[in-house]
């Protein structure tokens, strides 16, 4: 347990706090991330959501209804499997913006990156603070590159070459046509077909699911919003449970939504089509500056929360 946390007064005339001001739960979830007895100075710490909805008071409803507007609000990331939250600046609160290369607290930051349990944020931490804090061996994909890394979100341009000369081809794809590439060993594990023309599925006998054709799918129709630059364990999970559903599921006039790996593809062409005439997702239509500018993104899109907004607050056909 920390002795001590940072927590900047002026944060709350920040963009993401501003955002939460409608929402007491998110208020009381982000301030107890800071400063939870399980966090730590990088912000990626293991943190079960009994544990803060003892300790917050919310219980265990309330302190997921928070949880869930930090996220809308990109003030953190959460797995539900490994229990693993990421509170994407609190690095930079915690710490520094950046540090000088001579700094000693840059070795410090590495070592305590390296000795983090296994979770899905380790590789977008190292793209995110690699720059600021000089850090040299990334973890969290086969392949990563070792030394120093630009991250995309302050040099996204720059960052998009170095992604394209990553080894194993693990990440890249810079001309906005498609999903980033996965190694073979990759797309072997993860169960992908050259085309998703409806292999089988293992025990399942579903068509098999194409990660990179299904990106490439929200690459095309939606392109204003985030693109999909690290394929991680969670997002290709995440995608498969989706396109499981879509294929064993069907539509409020009781036909299947799809029976074929080309049937499933159309479907999820015309779901994100849906996304695009829904104002709150689009981030269209809003009168209060404290949620100008949020868009959703791919991650949300595949939540259940994503979902609903999606299928049921879009008119068109029975999805």
């Known amino acids: 347990m920390r002795d001590y946390a940072k927590v900047a007064p002026k944060m709350w005339h920040g963009k993401t706090m501003k955002a939460l001001r409608k929402h007491p739960e998110g208020l009381v979830v982000a301030m107890y991330l800071m400063t939870s007895p399980s966090s730590n100075m990088l912000g990626l710490f293991a943190q079960p959501v009994l544990y803060m909805a003892h300790e917050t008071g919310l219980g265990e409803e309330g302190a997921r209804k928070g949880l869930q507007y930090c996220i809308e609000a990109g003030y953190c990331s959460y797995d539900e499997e490994s229990e693993f939250v990421w509170v994407h600046e609190m690095a930079s609160y915690q710490v520094a913006p950046e540090l000088k290369a001579t700094d000693l607290r840059c070795k410090g930051i590495q070592k305590d990156y390296e000795s983090l349990p296994d979770n899905p944020f380790l590789l977008e931490f190292f793209e995110r603070y690699a720059t600021a804090f000089h850090l040299t061996k990334a973890r969290g994909i086969e392949g990563a590159c070792e030394g120093p890394c630009k991250p995309h979100r302050s040099q996204e341009q720059e960052q998009e070459q170095e992604l394209n000369k990553e080894p194993n081809g693990s990440v890249g794809s810079a001309d906005g046509k498609g999903a980033e590439k996965l190694s073979s060993d990759e797309k072997q594990s993860d169960g992908d077909s050259a085309e998703g023309k409806g292999e089988a599925d293992g025990a399942k006998g579903l068509p098999r699911c194409n990660f990179d054709a299904v990106v490439g799918l929200y690459h095309e129709i939606l392109p204003e919003l985030p693109r999909v630059r690290i394929p991680t364990d969670k997002r290709r999970k995440d995608v498969r449970k989706v396109?499981?559903?879509?294929?064993?599921?069907?539509?409020?006039?009781?036909?299947?939504?799809?029976?074929?790996?080309?049937?499933?593809?159309?479907?999820?062409?015309?779901?994100?089509?849906?996304?695009?005439?829904?104002?709150?997702?689009?981030?269209?239509?809003?009168?209060?500056?404290?949620?100008?500018?949020?868009?959703?993104?791919?991650?949300?899109?595949?939540?259940?929360?994503?979902?609903?907004?999606?299928?049921?607050?879009?008119?068109?056909?029975?999805?």
């Not at 899109?301 to 607050?313: A, D, P, S, W």
């Open 243 to 319: 396109w499981n559903w879509v294929l064993t599921s069907k539509k409020s006039d009781g036909m299947p939504r799809a029976t074929t790996g080309d049937e499933a593809m159309t479907w999820l062409r015309g779901y994100f089509h849906r996304a695009r005439e829904n104002d709150f997702l689009m981030g269209r239509g809003y009168r209060s500056a404290e949620h100008a500018g949020w868009k959703c993104d791919f991650d949300f899109l595949l939540t259940e929360r994503g979902m609903k907004h999606v299928i049921e607050k879009t008119q068109g056909a029975a999805a």
